[in-house]
Nanobody
Framework: QVQLVESGGGLVQAGGSLRLSCVASGRTSDSYAMGWFRQAPGKEREFVAAINWSDGNTYYADAVKGRFTISGNSAKNTVYLQMNSLKPEDTAVYYC????????????????WGKGTLVTVSS
């Protein structure tokens, strides 16, 4: 099992920035990818960003490309999501995820999820 704990959510004005953090523990693997999904009120959960530890490649949803940056440290099992130029439509619960790249990045159904952290962007 892998446990994921997010932090860093909160309330911010439109145009502002937040940084989310996630620490993984348990049976982690250097072969895993880690990433972020989000779910806005009344909407489906959606992919935000991911990083593949094995090659360092990063992946972003079109809605956040150029504004969000995913980074991390595989040795510390930590991943970050730097969110800049936030918009009200970024308001959502953000979930940290982990799994092999095929499940997280290709078919976007990772097996491990954190409990989520709420990001609220006011207009």
């Amino acid at each position: 099992q892998v446990q994921l704990v997010e932090s860093g959510g909160g309330l911010v004005q439109a145009g502002g920035s937040l940084r989310l953090s996630c620490v993984a523990s348990g049976r982690t693997s250097d072969s895993y990818a880690m990433g972020w999904f989000r779910q806005a009120p009344g909407k489906e959960r959606e992919f935000v960003a991911a990083i593949n530890w094995s090659d360092g490649n990063t992946y972003y949803a079109d809605a956040v490309k150029g504004r969000f940056t995913i980074s991390g440290n595989s040795a510390k099992n930590t991943v970050y999501l730097q969110m800049n130029s936030l918009k009200p439509e970024d308001t959502a619960v953000y979930y940290c995820t982990a799994d092999y790249p095929h499940f997280l990045i290709v078919i976007m159904t990772p097996g491990y999820w954190g409990k989520g952290t709420l990001v609220t962007v006011s207009s």
